[in-house]
């Protein structure tokens, strides 16, 4: 079945602190890979994509993503965190093809302390 | 820059009562997606148009959840009767063709509480 699975509920960082997100899928295709970020209030926003060629993908705000199908890990990072990263930040995964939905992780609460 | 409308933002209403949402999409965009995002989850997609058809209902509870776009521009999602689990958040996207390819566009969500 097409999972994904996003290990950490919380995290909480300082602020400049670097910033690893989880995530983890199964899916029996290849995948097209997404990360979003949700802050309060607000709908989703693309932070990033993957479909295919370089494994290592920049998004938006600074962030960037590596894929590792070894692992069917996605894993979403930043060097340098500010406070306005606050939020939560989910993982989707979806295929290949002219239809197919997006299935979203559980998301994980980002806080930054000061 | 263009956005995805929805209203109400929130919306109170007690249980068995029925209760509508509007989604206006980015003009242009020929796929609506209503999604349900339950607190603490992410979202699940209730029901998927392509134009005025839909595309992918199977997560829609049919006997009390309805979905239109009757002239494939906007769309209303109905609850009726609402239950108190019918409680969560209820986003549209939409995307300028369907497919994952196709970034999916997201409005800010009418909160739904039941009671």
């Known amino acids: 079945a097409q999972s994904v699975t996003q290990p950490d509920i919380h995290i909480t960082v300082s602020e400049g602190a670097s910033l690893e997100l989880r995530c983890n899928y199964s899916?029996?295709?290849?995948?097209?890979l997404f990360w979003y970020v949700q802050s309060p209030g607000q709908g989703l926003q693309l932070l990033l994509k993957?479909?295919?060629?370089?494994?290592l993908v920049q998004g938006i705000k600074g962030f960037e993503a590596e894929f590792k199908r070894s692992q069917s890990s996605f894993n979403l990072r930043k060097p340098s965190v500010h406070w306005s990263d606050a939020a939560e930040y989910f993982c989707?995964?979806?295929?290949?093809?002219?239809?197919?939905?997006?299935?979203f992780g559980a998301g994980t609460r980002l806080a930054v302390h000061p | 820059e263009a956005e995805v409308a929805q209203s109400p933002r929130y919306k109170i209403t007690e249980k068995s009562q029925a209760v509508a949402f509007w989604c206006d999409p980015i003009s242009g965009h020929a796929t609506l997606y209503w999604y349900r995002q339950i607190l603490g989850q992410g979202p699940e997609l209730l029901v998927q148009?392509?134009?005025?058809?839909?595309?992918?209902d199977s997560q829609l509870p049919k006997d009390r959840f309805s979905a239109e776009r009757l002239k494939g521009v906007d769309s209303t999602l109905k609850i009726q009767p609402a239950e108190l689990g019918d409680s969560a958040m209820y986003l549209c996207?939409?995307?300028?063709?369907?497919?994952?390819?196709?970034?999916?566009?997201f409005g800010p969500g009418t909160r739904l509480t039941v009671t």
């Open positions: 148009f392509q134009d005025e058809s839909v595309v992918d």
């Open positions: 993957y479909f295919s060629g370089d494994t």
């Open positions: 989707a995964v979806g295929g290949s093809g002219g239809y197919n939905k997006l299935i």
């Open positions: 899916y029996g295709a290849t995948p097209y």
């Open positions: 996207a939409s995307s300028i063709r369907q497919g994952s390819s196709y970034e999916q566009y």
